[in-house]
């Protein structure tokens, strides 16, 4: 659990000013905060720096040095929060499922709430796919963020599978878990894979992603888009180490001279 001093500084990270109360409001603005305010990034994979997720060591990287962290880190540091705020989380583990024909191993971390009987699916770990809101675990309901549709299959090998329809576009698959609930070191190996195995892209080039209203921004190897209604609106090759640096801090918050 988080101290108060602690959860008091990690919602000054969220810029979120008001009282929290473990409540569907409070969830649905917690999660928004998260995506907007802390990145999706790989840099210490890239450098070679080892990744921990203990909570000490998420509350400092997140909160306390303004970084941020692919999805065993995400979610670990805002399930911490969650709980610290009197939510009750249960953690999965799911399998991506981007890959036609392909059976991932799991290495996405879920996070589900219990709320007055209900179970809301709460995600800040998706590069560029995240759901903007809290996704009510139920089957077969069409839900929306106000940008995409979402709707909850089942399968028999995946159990649970998240799909989403992008205006103008097909449903597709995003990921699917069953409910064996997960501790916080069963999240160890799959994050150690990405960080050192040679199969792995997330120690190859640069994976970043943070929302911005209903934009999503991307830094994936040099090159950086603006992705909105479901189209690329923005594609700009970075040239140079120097433009890299300052499209980190100026679009992700992110300071790589401190690196």
């Known amino acids: 659990m988080l101290t108060r001093d602690e959860i008091r500084k990690y919602l000054d990270r969220l810029e979120y000013d008001k009282i929290p109360a473990p409540d569907l409001e409070t969830l649905h603005a917690l999660q928004w905060a998260h995506l907007t305010h802390v990145p999706y990034e790989n840099i210490d994979a890239l450098l070679g720096i080892p990744i921990s997720l203990k909570p000490d060591d998420l509350y400092r990287k997140i909160v306390l040095e303004h970084r941020g962290g692919w999805c065993f880190e995400l979610q670990g540091a805002y399930g911490y929060l969650l709980q610290s705020l009197g939510f009750a989380v249960t953690q999965y583990a799911a399998r991506f499922m981007d890959e036609p024909g392909v059976v991932q191993m799991r290495r996405h971390r879920i996070l589900v709430v219990d709320l007055d009987g209900r179970r809301y699916l709460t995600d800040v770990g998706v590069r560029s796919e995240s759901p903007r809101k809290p996704l009510e675990l139920v089957f077969d309901a069409r839900q929306s963020d106000g940008v995409c549709n979402y709707q909850f299959r089942k399968d028999d090998f995946y159990g649970w599978t998240l799909w989403q329809e992008e205006k103008g576009k097909a449903w597709k698959p995003i990921y699917g878990f069953t409910e064996e609930p997960q501790i916080d070191d069963d999240f160890v190996m799959p994050s150690f894979w990405g ?65």
Do not use: C, M, W
Not at 226 to 237: I, M, P, S, T
């Open 195 to 259: 960080e050192k195995h040679p199969d792995s892209t997330f120690n190859k080039f640069l994976k970043i992603s943070i929302f911005s209203g209903e934009t999503n921004r991307t830094l994936v190897g040099s090159v950086y888009r603006e992705y909105r209604d479901a189209k690329v609106q923005v594609r700009q090759v970075l040239e140079t180490k120097d433009e890299i640096t300052r499209v980190l801090l100026e679009r992700f918050g992110l300071d790589a001279r401190k690196k």
